[in-house]
């Protein structure tokens, strides 16, 4: 780490003309004042990595800003036109709601225009799983989102696109950020657009959007059944608002119930602590107006709509929140049931789902006779794994634990737009059978055995806080249990070295994926633990997944209070409370 002269002498540079009053500002208030936020802003440089971009927002080198957005953008223009020339190149925007995205997304544009790029900018907040779509259809070599998804108020961030629609992965990841770090100075960024080569786009291409989305429906008659089912739907302030209501309309739903303090497209996300569905809170406001209209169904989207939290009521007529793995288990399962059911399968379609993904997906794709693939952390590998096969097999849908979820191959990222839409059919769909989103659920685990999770996000903030992190997973590497909870380790599948240990014969195996700093610990009675950094934010993360045989949905109650039990065995005994 830089020492405090060298963080100042850093901090100096940035008090130059070639920087606004503003930036000047704040930078010399944080040398005159505040030493701890100082290091914060200028002990690193805010690192483009695989994904893009993803701060705090402010001044310094390790903040989200103009500049470092600047540099990221003049990289990628430099890194494309390497790849394709300068003729006929484009790109597309787009932002979600947070502060400063708008004028983010309009800096990105001019930066691209400079360098001789057509730039597809929409004209206001639209979703990420639109900005894929974007992509794809005008044809361009690449594409920006500014967002920070679920993240607090104060962060922003940028993600990278590459011609499929899907995020950049290798070899292009790597070979942009080469060129985002030849960047050594601001006076290297063309700010100075050129409007006539910036296309403003809109209704249009939501129209198309959306008809791709509708394509997704499998049981249309039944929603004509259940048309006027209740359903609220709120985007926590963020860009779900604009295509999400429609979607639902054009599906033939017609009893949309919003949230209207939250349906007001504000980056302080003032009626929630945190913009994130899976946290409880952020559908607080959406389930009391569920239970004032009596509505049946409750989903929410996060600020950049690519990822959806779910309530529905329980037998007891509570609405209970549904986790990213039951919601992707109700996904799949409608998807390929639907799929058999109406004969669509021509024997060569798949799925996907991540390595810390519930692998109920696992049996039920099993049973359906389709392939499940499974892919590190991050619908990047979803994009990539869907082009190498694009062709040859046919991806029908996957998901993510952590609330997103995929059907269909028209764009090639989360997409809560398509998503919410389905959960509603699935809904229906239920509701045709005599049965509640619930019960569903509870017959897929009669079927399949009860599978339960649980995640823990242990924050570590700043400098210290990146240390604590690594010092954590170095240590489960140095020393790794031997048991967890009175349970025997049988296999540690480690991701950076993609090595599998089977533990009681010793013998190693290769996995077949790319590094990632991952831990995985297979236990003897059938607990999956999974750690890794987030690549995202200040934390460890922490998987814990514990299945068993449902005797009865009478039982469901007592066998769930059991596997709970067991994951806090695990918490326990891993010193993590």
């Not at 633990?529 to 068993?548: A, D, H, L, M, Q």
Request: proline share 3%; charged share 30%; aromatic share 10%.
């Amino acid at each position: 780490m830089l020492s405090i002269e060298d963080i100042k002498k850093k901090a100096q540079t940035w008090l130059g003309n070639e920087f606004n009053e503003e930036t000047r500002y704040e930078v010399r208030e944080m040398l005159e004042k505040d030493e701890k936020k100082l290091i914060d802003a200028f002990y690193q440089d805010l690192e483009f990595g695989t994904g893009g971009l993803r701060g705090i927002m402010g001044a310094g080198t390790n903040r989200m800003n103009i500049y470092t957005l600047g540099m990221a953008t003049q990289g990628l223009s430099n890194y494309i036109i390497r790849q394709v020339g300068n003729k006929g190149i484009s790109v597309a925007i787009a932002h979600d709601c947070r502060n400063n995205s708008r004028y983010f997304a309009e800096t990105a544009a001019n930066i691209f225009s400079a360098n001789g790029f057509d730039v597809y900018l929409f004209e206001a907040l639209r979703p990420t799983p639109e900005l894929s779509f974007a992509i794809r259809h005008f044809k361009c070599q690449s594409g920006v989102v500014i967002t920070a998804s679920h993240n607090p108020p104060e962060y922003n961030g940028y993600k990278a696109y590459w011609n499929d629609g899907g995020q950049v992965v290798a070899p292009h990841d790597d070979g942009i950020i080469e060129e985002v770090r030849k960047i050594k100075s601001v006076n290297e960024i063309k700010f100075n657009g050129k409007k006539e080569k910036i296309k403003i786009i809109g209704k249009e291409t939501d129209d198309l959007f959306l008809k791709e989305v509708l394509k997704m429906s499998l049981n249309p008659e039944t929603i004509r059944k259940f048309n006027d089912m209740g359903i609220v739907y709120t985007p926590i302030h963020g860009t779900g608002v604009k295509v999400i209501p429609p979607a639902l309309k054009l599906f033939g739903f017609t009893n949309i119930i919003s949230v209207p303090e939250q349906d007001k497209v504000d980056g302080n996300f003032p009626t929630v602590k945190s913009p994130n569905p899976e946290e409880p809170g952020a559908l607080k406001m959406a389930i009391e107006k569920a239970i004032e209209t009596g509505a049946e169904l409750v989903m929410a989207s996060d600020p950049d709509a690519d990822r959806l939290g779910i309530a529905c009521k329980n037998k007891k007529g509570e609405f209970i929140l549904l986790n990213g793995n039951q919601t992707c288990t109700l996904l799949v399962y409608y998807i390929l049931s639907q799929f058999k059911e109406k004969k669509k399968y021509k024997g060569n379609e798949y799925i996907i789902k991540t390595i810390v993904t519930t692998d109920l997906l696992d049996r039920i794709a099993e049973k359906h006779e389709v392939e499940c693939y499974n892919v590190l952390t991050g619908f990047k590998f979803f994009a990539e794994l869907i082009r190498v096969l694009e062709g040859k097999k046919k991806y029908i849908g996957g998901g993510e634990e952590s609330y997103g979820f995929l059907p269909g191959d028209y764009v090639r990222d989360k997409d809560a737009v398509a998503s919410c839409s389905l959960v509603a059919e699935i809904t229906a769909w239920a509701k045709s059978r005599g049965k509640t989103l619930y019960e569903l659920l509870i017959d897929i685990y009669l079927e399949y055995g009860l599978y339960r999770e649980k995640l823990i996000n242990i924050v570590r903030k700043g400098a210290e806080g990146a240390n604590e992190i690594k010092a954590m997973m170095k240590g489960y590497r140095m020393n790794p249990p031997k048991s967890i909870n009175n349970s025997k380790v049988l296999k540690i599948n480690d991701y950076e070295t993609l090595i599998s240990t089977d533990c009681i014969t010793g013998k190693k195996t290769k996995i077949d994926l790319l590094k990632s700093d991952v831990l995985q610990f297979f236990l003897e009675d059938g607990t999956k633990i999974s750690v890794r950094p987030s690549g995202t934010e200040p934390k460890i993360k922490f998987y814990f997944s514990v299945n068993t045989k449902l005797g009865s949905s009478a039982k469901f109650g007592e066998t769930e209070k059991l596997l709970d039990e067991r994951i806090a065995g695990v918490i326990n005994d891993m010193k993590l409370t």
